[in-house]
């Protein structure tokens, strides 16, 4: 299974995790994409993907129903990881290299719909395709090279978003940035000119501008992050994170103008 193959969107690479045969890292045109451990579908090695979880699991038990939209695919890592927590949840995975998908499904085994369904497409176009309160969460976390294609960062965007949002419902973003925070706050800007709540998880290097990584960010029109366990829990993990809430959001963001279609990122 190791190896070099070719998808629609360019070059990808399995390799195998060193010591555990069953761990395995998909990289997308050299960049890391996705690791999945076949053993162990509550295993999530990326950092940025078990904030987003955190944020899911502070909200609701996991006896809940939860409709979740997974924009962006790679190994379906998120999607297999809430089909296995969350036992009813229906997880609907869009990824633009339907050769990719293939290769995904053919190797990890995941679950069939409609625990897991993979929908290949562009992920703004399958968004506005969706019913209204349609879905309980919406993951972005589409990359092109080191960062989000713009039109995925819009006001405009978040529109469709929380059109197909059920009302207490969660977008969660996970941006990626240099140290100069400059996209992450104007990322910030347009998440908190569409929600009532925000919150943003990240490790405190990153914060303070010291190298290029990952925050995720949230929003809702329902309060964010309530469990007192929560901040503890991410202070503890194997990369301690802060947890910031709706007022540290909105001053991160503060003089930043939000993202339209009118005026895309430029990195």
Same mark, same amino acid.
């Given at each position: 299974?190791?190896?070099?193959?070719?998808?629609?969107? /360019?070059?990808?690479? &399995?390799?195998?995790?060193?010591?555990?045969?069953?761990?395995? &890292?998909?990289?997308?045109?050299?960049?890391?994409?996705?690791?999945?451990?076949?053993?162990?579908?509550?295993? $999530?090695?990326?950092?940025?993907?078990?904030?987003?979880?955190? $944020?899911?699991?502070?909200?609701?038990?996991?006896?809940?129903?939860?409709?979740?939209?997974? $924009?962006?695919?790679?190994?379906?890592?998120?999607?297999?990881?809430?089909?296995?927590?969350? #036992?009813?949840?229906?997880?609907?995975?869009?990824?633009?290299? /339907?050769? &990719?998908?293939?290769?995904?499904?053919?190797?990890?085994?995941?679950?069939?719909?409609?625990?897991?369904?993979?929908?290949?497409?562009?992920?703004?176009?399958?968004?506005?395709?969706?019913?209204?309160?349609?879905?309980?969460?919406?993951?972005?976390?589409?990359?092109?090279?080191?960062?989000? #294609?713009?039109? &995925?960062?819009?006001?405009? *965007?978040?529109?469709?978003?929380?059109?197909?949002?059920?009302?207490?419902?969660?977008?969660?973003?996970?941006?990626?940035?240099?140290?100069?925070?400059?996209?992450?706050?104007?990322?910030?800007?347009?998440?908190?000119?569409?929600?009532?709540?925000?919150?943003?998880?990240?490790? #405190?290097?990153?914060?303070? /501008?010291?190298?290029?990584?990952?925050?995720?960010?949230?929003?809702?029109?329902?309060?964010? =992050?309530?469990?007192?366990?929560?901040?503890?829990?991410? $202070?503890?993990?194997?990369?301690?994170?802060?947890?910031?809430?709706?007022? @540290?959001?909105? =001053?991160?963001?503060?003089?930043?103008?939000? *993202?339209?279609?009118? @005026?895309?990122?430029?990195?």
């Amino acid at each position: 299974m190791a190896g070099e193959y070719r998808i629609d969107t /360019g070059l990808a690479e &399995l390799e195998p995790e060193p010591g555990n045969p069953d761990g395995w &890292l998909l990289k997308i045109n050299g960049m890391q994409s996705s690791h999945i451990d076949l053993a162990n579908a509550s295993r $999530l090695e990326f950092e940025y993907m078990q904030w987003l979880v955190s $944020l899911i699991e502070d909200r609701w038990p996991t006896s809940h129903r939860v409709r979740v939209l997974h $924009l962006g695919g790679g190994a379906c890592s998120v999607a297999r990881y809430l089909s296995n927590k969350y #036992p009813d949840s229906r997880n609907t995975v869009v990824e633009i290299d /339907g050769q &990719l998908a293939e290769y995904v499904r053919d190797w990890f085994g995941l679950p069939r719909a409609p625990l897991l369904k993979i929908r290949v497409g562009e992920a703004r176009e399958v968004t506005t395709a969706l019913s209204p309160d349609s879905r309980d969460v919406v993951i972005r976390d589409v990359f092109s090279g080191r960062f989000t #294609p713009g039109a &995925l960062c819009t006001q405009e *965007f978040i529109a469709q978003v929380k059109r197909v949002l059920s009302p207490e419902g969660i977008y969660l973003l996970n941006c990626g940035d240099a140290p100069a925070l400059s996209n992450a706050r104007r990322e910030a800007a347009t998440l908190a000119a569409s929600f009532a709540h925000t919150a943003l998880i990240a490790d #405190p290097p990153m914060l303070k /501008g010291r190298r290029f990584g990952n925050i995720v960010m949230a929003g809702s029109d329902a309060p964010l =992050a309530t469990g007192a366990g929560l901040p503890r829990a991410l $202070l503890a993990g194997a990369m301690p994170a802060t947890l910031w809430d709706d007022a @540290q959001f909105r =001053a991160f963001a503060r003089s930043h103008q939000p *993202f339209s279609d009118a @005026q895309l990122p430029s990195y």
